[in-house]
């Protein structure tokens, strides 16, 4: 079980750091605004909310393909 949770979070863990580099190099946290009124937050909780966030689906998107991997496939589905 400890193999297969670093198996997920691994490399989605390398994918959110590569992410949140490209996403915050071009958004600009104290551009961040809600329904048009400017939001006073520290970037850096805009920072660690963001890196959290892409990990999350990152994490999401890695089980997924783990599962799927796992999945025998002895149904044939005509197309």
């Not at 939001?39 to 997924?64: H, Q, R």
């Amino acid at each position: 079980m400890a193999r297969l949770i670093m198996v997920v979070l691994w490399p989605s863990f390398l994918i959110a750091i590569v992410a949140e580099g490209f996403l915050f190099s071009l958004f600009d946290p104290h551009d961040l605004a809600l329904v048009g009124n400017h939001i006073e937050v520290n970037p850096l909780a805009v920072y660690t909310i963001g890196f959290f966030s892409i990990w999350a689906f990152c994490s999401l998107a890695s089980m997924l393909t783990c599962y799927l991997l796992a999945v025998p496939n002895d149904k044939k589905i005509p197309f």
